[in-house]
């Protein structure tokens, strides 16, 4: 199994839309692993999730046939995560596509911002709203929708993915996990676990986590068990307002057996 990370950063990639600061223009001056846009991940090319901004250029940079999706996976609604209206191209008239809907899961919210784009009226998409811990099955994976605490005013949700024998732990944009997502996670096997780190430095880590939570988490995952051997720990989402280019998060993280995302790279389990 291949899994693609797509984009890397947080709301407003790095370098960031109208940002002057020192993170963004080094970032600009450097390229490379510092070029990160929106954040998404593809899976075997039949299961992404997110449809954020960069999506269409996510398809132009990395060749992707995006009608090969079958299965769409939506975190929560933020701008970030979700840009409804691309979907839109995907209707009769406007693109010439396989006869069949892509299936798009997620909570209410997400759910229905797509509905209000696409309407129900049309057979490219088919929506379905989950619910955290109520376990249900895609045509490429079994997943558990977890709890985030990400954003109060809405359910915003993790997913616990299990496929073609693997299992996959996508946690973004999480905070540090409530109690029951703890509790999920406690007997569980990971081949993979893709963790947020917008915050950086802060002493924040509620709605998003800091590097001090990441480490933590990575801590909590062995003293449980929940990393297979062989398993991989990645950390993503970052925010230019962390001020931290590539080398400083690989300096923070790799000691700790953290692979730092960067837009594009791929992970195989
Ligand atoms: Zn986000
Ligand atoms: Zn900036
Ligand atoms: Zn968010």
Same mark, same amino acid.
């Given at each position: &199994?291949?899994?693609?990370?797509?984009?890397?950063?947080?709301?407003?990639?790095?370098?960031?839309?109208?940002?002057?600061?020192?993170?963004?223009?080094?970032?600009?001056a450097?390229?490379?692993?510092?070029?990160?846009?929106?954040?998404?991940? &593809?899976?075997?090319?039949?299961?992404?999730?997110? /449809?954020?901004?960069?999506?269409y250029?996510h %398809?132009?940079?990395?060749?992707? @046939?995006?009608?090969?999706?079958?299965d769409?996976?939506?975190?929560?609604?933020?701008?970030?995560?979700?840009?409804?209206? @691309?979907?839109? &191209?995907?209707?009769?008239?406007?693109?010439?596509?396989?006869?069949?809907?892509?299936?798009?899961?997620?909570? @209410?919210?997400?759910? *229905?911002?797509?509905i209000?784009?696409?309407?129900?009226?049309?057979?490219?998409?088919?929506?379905?709203?989950?619910?955290? /811990?109520?376990?249900f099955? %895609?045509?490429?994976?079994?997943?558990?929708?977890?709890?985030?605490? !990400?954003?109060?005013?809405?359910?915003?949700?993790?997913?616990?993915?299990?496929?073609? =024998?693997?299992?996959? /732990?996508? =946690? !973004?944009?999480?905070?540090? /996990?409530?109690?029951?997502?703890?509790?999920?996670?406690?007997?569980?096997?990971?081949?993979?676990?893709?963790?947020?780190?917008?915050? =950086?430095? *802060?002493?924040?880590?509620?709605?998003?986590?800091?590097?001090?939570?990441?480490?933590?988490?990575?801590?909590?995952?062995?003293?449980?068990?929940?990393?297979?051997?062989?398993?991989?720990?990645?950390?993503?989402?970052?925010s230019?307002?962390?001020?931290?280019?590539?080398e400083?998060?690989?300096?923070?993280?790799?000691? !700790?057996?953290?692979?730092?995302?960067?837009? =594009? %790279?791929?992970?195989?389990l």
């Open positions: &199994m291949q899994v693609r990370l797509l984009g890397t950063a947080a709301a407003e990639g790095i370098p960031s839309l109208f940002c002057r600061c020192e993170t963004c223009k080094q970032a600009l450097l390229g490379g692993k510092n070029i990160r846009t929106r954040t998404s991940v &593809m899976i075997d090319e039949t299961l992404k999730i997110d /449809f954020p901004p960069d999506t250029f %398809m132009i940079r990395d060749g992707l @046939d995006l009608d090969l999706v079958q769409l996976l939506i975190t929560h609604s933020h701008s970030d995560h979700l840009l409804a209206d @691309d979907l839109y &191209m995907r209707l009769p008239g406007y693109a010439q596509t396989e006869d069949r809907p892509i299936h798009v899961y997620g909570h @209410d919210l997400p759910i *229905s911002k797509c209000s784009v696409v309407g129900l009226e049309q057979q490219k998409f088919e929506f379905h709203i989950v619910r955290p /811990f109520v376990p099955e %895609m045509q490429t994976a079994k997943v558990v929708p977890l709890l985030a605490d !990400h954003d109060p005013m809405e359910t915003c949700l993790l997913y616990y993915i299990e496929k073609d =024998g693997k299992t996959i /732990f996508y =946690g !973004h944009d999480s905070g540090w /996990f409530p109690d029951e997502t703890w509790d999920f996670l406690k007997d569980k096997k990971l081949d993979l676990a893709i963790l947020e780190c917008t915050t =950086g430095r *802060s002493k924040y880590r509620r709605n998003h986590m800091n590097v001090d939570s990441v480490l933590e988490t990575k801590a909590w995952f062995e003293a449980n068990g929940v990393l297979k051997p062989g398993s991989q720990v990645a950390v993503t989402h970052f230019h307002n962390a001020h931290l280019l590539h400083d998060l690989t300096a923070i993280f790799e000691p !700790h057996g953290i692979q730092v995302a960067y837009d =594009g %790279m791929t992970i195989n």
